[in-house]
């Protein structure tokens, strides 16, 4: 493991919540941004990548308690995006998925989220980009 400096760590850190804040900003544009809209829609993406995934696991890939992972959910479901479905195999547990309507409101956010980002990445090469992606990959698999 390398040892880095605390200004290196600090300076990393404050370019993190920069780009965020930058990203929220443009995501927005003059809109008023629902601040748990980009929970929603990671959980939404982590549903449909995972094919009717566990509270449990919801819970574990947003790094929150249970308790919170179900109360997202049922607001998930009470806006008809996603549905609760019992387990096949155990009958006490339940699995979560998509529903038409979630599946077509996270296309359609997905497909402008993506425009917005390419004007803030606009600064980096593809090279770059690539590069930055890799690098953030690292870090994830590191955790």
């Known amino acids: 493991m390398t040892n880095h400096t605390s200004k290196d760590i ?16 443009q995501l927005a544009q003059g809109k008023k941004l629902n601040p748990y809209a980009w929970l929603h829609i990671e959980t939404m993406i982590y549903i ?31 806006k008809g995006l996603v549905r609760r479905a019992r387990d096949s195999r155990d009958a006490r547990a339940s699995r979560i998925y998509l529903t038409k309507k979630g599946e077509k409101l996270l296309v359609a956010t997905q497909t402008e989220g993506r425009k917005v980002l390419a004007k803030v990445f606009a600064p980096l090469s593809p090279r770059e980009l690539a ?13």
């Open 10 to 25: 600090a300076r990393v850190a404050s370019l993190f919540f920069g780009v965020k804040g930058l990203v929220r900003t």
């Open 48 to 78: 449909r990548d995972n094919e009717g995934p566990s509270m449990r696991s919801v819970a574990e890939h947003l790094s929150i308690t249970a308790p919170s992972a179900t109360s997202l959910v049922s607001a998930l479901i009470k």
């Open 131 to 143: 590069t930055l992606s890799r690098f953030l990959e690292r870090v994830l698999a590191g955790k």
